[in-house]
């Protein structure tokens, strides 16, 4: 049997009951933290918390070279880890994919994502977001300027009149500083701001946290500001309902004139 489980968004207790139980009763545990880290915790912590070892995995141990895992799912019960929700990548689909092809069990529970948490931080209705991208470091993607992929899905998605949630690049041990690097949320903004400047831009930071940040702000004026520790996204509105505009302009301080409402 191999269980994904979702961490949840911050420390070793945004685990749910059925995942904690689950975890606990495993007889191995694996985990990646590439795509996304519980920054209110550590590996040592989150073990201990939980009665077990934990093998975390880099990127190509969990892509290119499963077959350990795979192998021992075969014959125990096999618990995989992520922060948030497994199947957020698909990365992980993949993985349960090969389990099936070797006849393996899997069984998937799920975590708070960053998606869920930012519509309920923000007010914005979550039905009403499209597709969401993702901001790289500059030095990730090596062009001048904002990728093709950020530009499009923020324009396609204003089109539309649906809201877009930008995460920020992380790097997990990078080959450049050997260190994780966090993009924070002014950085974002500023880079956005490029082509963006008077776009109206919500920070969540922390969510999950208990002290979760939410300002709203033009990109231009948002890469004046400092907000915290990581992680951070932006969010950028579409077309607001009036409620939706009525929780921006209380729960972010959003200037009611700068925002689109139906």
């Not at 993949?94 to 899997?106: M, N, P, V």
Request: overall charge negative.
């Amino acid at each position: 049997m191999l269980t994904f489980i979702g961490l949840g968004l911050y420390d070793e207790r945004s685990i749910t009951v059925e995942g904690q139980e689950a975890l606990r009763a495993a007889d191995r545990a694996y985990a990646e933290f590439y795509t996304s880290e519980l920054i209110g915790t550590t590996i040592a912590d989150l073990e201990s918390h939980h009665d077990v070892e934990i093998e975390v995995r880099d990127r190509a141990g969990v892509e290119q070279h499963p077959e350990d895992m795979l192998e021992a799912a075969a014959t125990e019960d096999v618990a995989f880890l992520t922060a948030g929700d497994t199947m957020i990548s698909t990365t992980h689909v993949d993985l349960r994919l090969r389990a099936h092809d070797r006849g393996i069990e899997t069984r998937v529970i799920h975590g708070i994502t960053a998606q869920t948490a930012t519509s309920a931080l923000t007010g914005l209705q979550n039905y009403r977001f499209g597709k969401a991208t993702t901001l790289p470091f500059p030095y990730a993607h090596g062009a001048d300027g904002l990728p093709a992929s950020v530009t499009e899905t923020i324009d396609a998605n204003r089109a539309d009149g649906l809201h877009t949630v930008v995460y920020l690049d992380i790097k997990i041990g990078h080959e450049r500083t050997e260190e994780d690097e966090y993009m924070t949320a002014d950085v974002g903004a500023e880079l956005l701001a490029e082509e963006y400047p008077d776009l109206v831009g919500v920070v969540v930071a922390r969510a999950g946290s208990p002290d979760p940040l939410v300002e709203a702000g033009t990109m231009t004026d948002l890469a004046d500001r400092e907000f915290g520790d990581p992680l951070h996204l932006l969010v950028v509105p579409g077309e607001c309902h009036l409620l939706e505009a009525d929780a921006l302009e209380e729960l972010a301080g959003a200037d009611r004139d700068a925002l689109e409402i139906a």
